[in-house]
């Protein structure tokens, strides 16, 4: 089993910048693939980033250029700097780690940007 610890998320006003942390713990070994995704309220969860174990980052096309993915594979953490933020980022983010052929979801973090 693989457990995730997510922080930092908040509220925060348009423009405005928060970094997103998830730690991984317990069995770690074999992690490719971590990533953070979003969900409002009535939509499906969707991708904001994911970054492979080689360093390879994908970004959905409306966080791109205001959102940065990277990894610490020492820490087992993944981060998440969200600049430029805006009201349409507002959502629950929730951290996912691929390990062999699972996923595992962190318990989700709230981020509010206010207009």
């Known amino acids: 089993q693989v457990q995730l610890v997510e922080s930092g998320g908040g509220l925060v006003q348009a423009g405005g910048s928060l970094r997103l942390s998830c730690a991984a713990s317990g069995s770690i070994a074999g992690i490719n693939a971590m990533g953070w995704y979003r969900q409002t309220p009535g939509k499906q969860r969707e991708l904001v980033a994911n970054?492979?174990?080689?360093?390879?980052?994908k970004y959905a096309d409306s966080v791109k250029g205001r959102f940065t993915i990277s990894r610490d594979n020492g820490k087992n953490t993944v981060y998440l700097q969200m600049n430029s933020l805006k009201p349409e980022d507002t959502a629950v983010y929730y951290c996912?780690?691929?390990?062999?052929?699972?996923?595992?979801w962190g318990q989700g973090t709230q981020v509010t940007v206010s207009s």
């Open positions: 996912k780690v691929v390990r062999t052929v699972l996923n595992y």
């Open positions: 970054i492979a174990s080689g360093g390879t980052t």
